[in-house]
Structure formats: C-alpha cells, structure tokens
C-alpha cells in the first residue's frame, strides 16, 4: 500500500504553512524490470535483440518508474487573513495514471475545489496532489477519494470536492472498444457533502450534474 510521507518545514501548528510532501512509493529495480520486459518480448514471440527492439526494455522499464513515482514538492499555505468564505476551484487539471488492473494508461482532467478555513492553498498545489496520488497504479474511484481525503485531512477545509473525468485505454484499446468513453467519479467532504446549495454549487461548476 502506497503511503505519503509529509515532513513539516517549521513548527507544527493546526495547519503548518508548509509541508514537505514526499509520494512513499517502493522503490522500483530498473534491471529486474528491463530483464522483465524483455522476457514479455520473448513471451511474444519478438526478438529483444533485434537492431528495433534492443533499447526497449530499458525505455519500458524507465518510462514505467517514471510514472509511478510522483515529484516531492512544498505544499504552501497562507492565511485567510480576509476571512474568504466561497468556493475556490481549480477547474481541468491533467490527469495521467495507470490501470492497476492492465497497467495501460487512462487520462483526462480533475476538478478540485474546496471552501477555506483558516488556511489557503497555492493554487498550483492542487495540481501537484493530483499527480500525488496519479503516479500509482491505480483505479479511478481510488484516486477521486485518495485526492479529496488527502487535501480534507492536510487544508482543514470547511469542504472538499474532487472530480475526475478520464478515459481509459482498457476499455478503448481493448475489450469493449468504447473509444471516446469517458468514466466521471467523484468524492466530496464537510459543507460541499451536507449542504445542498454547496453540493450544486461545486458540481455545477465543474459542469457535472449533481
């Protein structure tokens, strides 16, 4: 199980100013996942020695550890010293993440909104905790919920809500063939959960319906 390690960048207060958050991934063996590509080469039934394929499983395996492992950055807040009390939503952020069920890649874009407490957030840090948590092998309700948890538990928001919309290679590239179909999870805490008016507000802006 993937855990995010935080180390605090000065004393501890109710919501530090910032967090050194680190993404806990194993640590990946790039010579045991070359000899590993290139045993599927051979599964089938490709020569991992020919003059086009040689490099491959060093490619494979290098862009594999790439993304599954999500960069460190400084989660930044500042006080709410004008004591703003509306919704602030950070409206199609990429999204990239592997199917843990197929390993094939499925992308789209995440809306993440949440109403401030004492703290806010740099806007540029809800794009950072979707790749977080994107950087995994994953699932789509997995990810929606691991987002919106993270940033309820670490902001101490008055609300949180989290949209993914994505599209998944397993089911355009294979099964089904449903190209162009796309998959909406959503997760959603405090005022955004319990109060009707702050759910529509929320969904409605992130052109989803309630």
Known sequence: MTTIRTELAEPATAVPAKLHVVGGRPEIDL?????AVADLLVALGRDPH??????????????????????????????????????????????????????????GVAHVGYLPGERILGLSKLARVVELFARDLQVQERLTKQVADWLQGHLAPKGVGV??????????????????????????????????????????????SA
């Open 163 to 208: 949209v993914i919309e994505a599209e998944h290679q397993c089911m355009s590239l294979r099964g089904v063939r449903a190209v162009g179909s796309t998959t909406v999870t959503s997760a959603v805490h405090g005022t955004l959960r319990d109060n009707p008016a702050s759910r529509q507000e929320f969904f409605a802006l992130t052109g989803i």
């Open 31 to 35: 010579p045991a996942a070359e000899r």
């Open 50 to 107: 020919g003059a086009h394929l040689a490099d491959t499983p060093r490619r494979v395996a290098n862009a594999y550890a790439e993304m599954l492992t999500p960069r460190e950055f400084d989660l930044t807040t500042f006080p709410n010293d004008e004591g703003y009390d509306e919704l602030v939503l950070a409206r199609d952020i990429p999204v990239q993440s592997l199917c843990e069920h197929h390993m094939l890649p499925f992308q």
